[in-house]
């Protein structure tokens, strides 16, 4: 019984600890952060799984509330945007953690390289058509924030376009928040070395050829151009509404079990009610019995 | 083991009797189909329960093959239409059966009651903007169907209007079959008594009053009109591409086994290939081991 207490009690602690343990700040600095440690869990791989699988459901079970107070009028929804080198995870979060809320309470948008159509307007505009509604958890798999990381690294957009980009974000994201979106940003954070072992195995298994594209190697020749991009983007728009969360990424079960705890405790601290009765319900029991 | 041997071959065998067990025709009868009857299935609750967990992984495996091919241009996708009266479980489909697919590869849509935007064009204007692309699962929570529905029943469209949407829908979905898009149309079939209990527990449940509406009861006194209304608009859309399946939902667990079944057949129909690769394997190995 008092095993049973201890698994029960795990994902509560680490629920108290991920926010603190994982936040960034104006003037952090991404190299002091090992991309295979764990912060804030002191758990192993098999207490994270089974920690991931309590997470889920209650995430399930929160996002239906919020779903059911937005059809009463509540505005509150989250937003999580996950960005990442390749390989780091983005696709199992979604698969893993994402995957355990009911579909019908998710609005999924993963952002390819902009259409002409969109490359024409202001960077923010597509953006902007995918956010999500009451109730709902948005998610982005890649974001605006492509555009001051892969435009700064790979000379994009002029240097004075992505310097004006970062304001241009705090102002939307605050915007964000003021409509009452939660916003939480991810950087899952992957090794260089790690990331070879993951594109080895794309390379090693047929059924994993098709994730596999040869440009993916020449991204890793500026690895450090990325690494500096990333850490200017989350120093520079790291907000009290909009904060940056760096998520170690080697580990795959602490990377999905961290996300899920950020989720939750968005969604906790939202604490959505299940709306009141706009009807009679004795009054309604007699017409269903007479019907 | 031999018990193991039973339990592991029911879904194929389940899978091989669904289609023929559920198809509708050109002159079924709505009234013949015992809605807590389970066709072509003789487990009960439990292995029922079982055999949705492995047709899900299998849907899920199913799905991603079909997603990996569209990325090499393979145009196939599949769409699942869901019809049914309230409560009959549509939402529990999208959570149990949807819910076993990444979410990445799937397309949902829920339709309310149309916009004004909506309302002023043609029905098929606003679902012609929800179809699924090449390599995703389209779910259709409602859809057209409605307009030759309650639009039928409550009068809200002219009869001769009904009338040409029969024939709208036909050719609209025989194009879709054309653009290699696998369409699945689902009527979950529940008895009138079975949604009195489901709508009596919404009224008990105070966490499940958000989903009930007084109207729902209206709806109960014209049920007769919206049976013959499903009759007439299965009979008449019943086409060798766009099949109808109509899936007793009086026991939730049968009904959540039979779709899933259903696409997973559909999927497996279509049989997805993992693509080969369109680079040298052997030299982008020697790349990532130098990079």
Redesign the interface.
């Known amino acids: 019984m008092s095993k049973k207490q201890k698994s029960k009690s795990r994902p509560v602690s680490f629920a108290d600890a991920a926010r603190s343990a994982l936040a960034a700040s104006a003037d952090f600095e991404l190299g002091a952060i090992d991309p295979s440690s764990t912060p804030g869990y002191t758990g192993d791989k098999a207490s994270g799984a089974r920690d991931l699988v309590a997470v889920g459901r209650e995430l399930g079970e929160l996002q239906e509330r919020l779903f059911?107070a937005s059809?009463?009028g509540a505005p509150q929804k989250v937003l999580l945007i996950l960005q990442a080198m390749d390989t780091a995870g983005k696709?199992g979060i979604?698969?893993h953690v994402?995957?355990a809320v009911?579909?019908?309470g998710?609005k999924?948008h993963?952002f390819k390289a902009p259409t002409a159509a969109e490359a024409k307007r202001d960077f923010l505009w597509r953006i902007n058509k995918q956010l999500p509604g009451p109730g709902f958890i948005g998610?982005f798999?890649r974001s605006h924030y492509e555009d001051v990381l892969i435009h700064k690294v790979r000379g994009l957009s002029p240097a004075e376009e992505i310097e004006r980009r970062y304001g241009a974000i705090n102002d939307f994201e605050a915007q964000l928040a003021d409509k009452d979106t939660t916003v939480i940003k991810v950087m899952l954070h992957i090794s260089k070395d790690e990331q070879?072992a993951r594109?080895?195995e794309r390379?090693e298994r047929?059924?994993k050829?098709?994730?596999?594209n040869?440009a993916d190697?020449d991204e890793?020749?500026v690895w450090a151009d990325y690494m500096d991009a990333y850490e200017t983007a989350i120093r520079r728009t790291h907000m009290p509404d909009a904060p940056w969360f760096v998520v170690p990424a080697d580990r795959k079960w602490y990377a999905r079990l961290a996300v899920a705890t950020l989720l939750a405790e968005a969604l906790k601290a939202i604490d959505p009610q299940?709306?009141?009765?706009d009807?009679d319900?004795a009054e309604?029991?007699r017409?269903?019995?007479a019907?």
Do not use: M, N, T, Y
Not at 274 to 277: D, E, S
């Open positions: 059911a059809r009463a696709g979604v698969r994402i995957g009911d579909p019908q998710v999924l993963a998610v798999d070879r594109l080895a390379l047929e059924d050829h098709w994730k596999f040869p190697i890793r020749e299940w709306p009141a009765a009807f319900v309604q029991k017409r269903l019995a019907s």
